[in-house]
């Protein structure tokens, strides 16, 4: 990412796995993607994910192609929208159930009120206001 208040680029980069511990491998713990200096979507552990946890009674999740592109449009709104923790981060895309197939991922009023507030896109822990 580089950015300023009059220039700024994103890029995403899809990747293997995040470190052991958040890998899903062997462990019930995972990160999908995450928002840093490039936005990361973690193709070895977002297939592992889709192939072998349930999904709540009733839904279905995406495939994978579809489920990177959510992952990816996901973490790059982090640089816009904040951390989770604020009603922002937890609606439509942003919300942890946007891996189903029935979860509506449109991004809201407020979302798009926010980030077209927002100069330029940060990493979520200096997320202007
Ligand atoms: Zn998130």
Known sequence: MYHSNTFWILHAVGTYEDTIGKDYDDEAAYVLGYATWSTLV???T????LATSTPTQGK???DILEAR???MFHETLH???GPHGNTLTELGIMSGNCLYT???ISITDSQIARIQKQPRPVISTD???
Not at 46 to 49: H, P, S, T
């Open 79 to 81: 640089y816009f929208l």
């Open 102 to 104: 029935s979860e509506d």
């Open 127 to 129: 997320v202007i206001l």
């Open 42 to 44: 973690y193709n070895e």
């Open 46 to 49: 977002l297939r592992d994910f």
């Open 60 to 62: 279905v999740y995406v």
């Open 69 to 71: 592109k959510r992952v």
